[in-house]
């Protein structure tokens, strides 16, 4: 190799990664892939729906935000929003919606549903979830489908930030990859059925190129979620476990009917605000 050529290298860890470091890689890997991501699970996640995960219930199912017909009126943000599908949902229902991102290309990927579809379209704004740009007590609901949660290095932080945008008697909910699921590989056959890591480890999986990070996302157990929900002041309603369902084939990376029989593979997490 000539002196002047350098290898390019990729590597995986589980390392620690700081709220700067996740936040840069972050934004660049969704950024990058915004319009494979929305090609490859657009028809999955739809262009006016809220899909709370792989498993593919949606809010009409579930109801995790309460009646649909309270949400006329109602003032929403939708955070980790990608394409704001579930804004758009909202959106539909009456509510007034922002949906906000981290990602430019994630919100690129937004207006290109807009422009595609007809009805109400939410308000989209660029912003980190854990620096809102939102004055105190502004919304009534604040949720988001597998957004943001897993992909900041300040967890605690960001149930603050949440916490403090919600008015009193507000209801934040949010989903994510369940903690059980960092004991198991990220594999959607039999092999992903057998533990080979300690679910006690909560530090971050960490993608890099070129020793700089391009991808991040962090693992807390059950405890430490709900632990940061308490310690920002919220009150737990419930956590959501949802099964798989039978008609759903789809295979979404470690996700798959396999897994979904054996292991809860999303979390959703309910709290309100204290009046």
């Known amino acids: 190799m000539d002196e002047w050529q350098v290898e390019y290298t990729e590597a995986v860890a589980r390392r620690e990664s700081s709220q700067a470091e996740t936040v840069t890689a972050n934004r660049g890997w969704w950024d990058r892939e915004a319009t494979d991501y929305l ?157 080979n890591a300690s679910y006690f480890d909560e530090r971050p999986y960490v993608e890099a190129s070129w020793d700089e990070a391009s991808y991040v996302e962090h693992h807390r157990t059950m405890g430490h979620r709900i632990a940061e929900l308490v310690e920002a002041g919220l009150v737990l309603r419930a956590v959501h476990e949802p099964e798989w369902p039978q008609d759903n084939t789809e295979v979404w990376g470690g996700w798959s009917p396999l897994r979904g029989q054996h292991l809860p593979g999303t979390a959703i997490f309910v709290a309100t605000r204290p009046a």
């Open 39 to 195: 090609a490859e699970h657009g028809s999955f996640l739809g262009d006016c729906d809220l899909v709370w995960g792989p498993e593919g219930w949606t809010e009409e199912d579930l109801h995790v935000l309460g009646d649909p017909a309270a949400l006329e009126g109602r003032t929403v943000l939708e955070f980790g929003a990608g394409g704001a599908q579930g804004g758009r949902w909202c959106a539909s229902r009456g509510a007034r919606i922002v949906s906000t991102d981290l990602s430019a290309g994630m919100l690129g990927t937004a207006r290109t549903i807009d422009d595609r579809t007809d009805g109400p379209a939410p308000l989209l704004a660029q912003a980190d979830a854990t620096r809102l740009p939102f004055a105190d007590a502004s919304f009534d609901i604040v949720f988001s489908a597998y957004g943001a949660t897993p992909f900041v290095a300040d967890s605690a932080g960001l149930m603050v930030e949440l916490a403090r945008v919600l008015r009193p008697g507000g209801l934040l909910a949010f989903s994510t990859t369940h903690p059980v699921r960092w004991a198991f590989p990220d594999v959607p056959g039999p092999e992903g059925l057998t533990a």
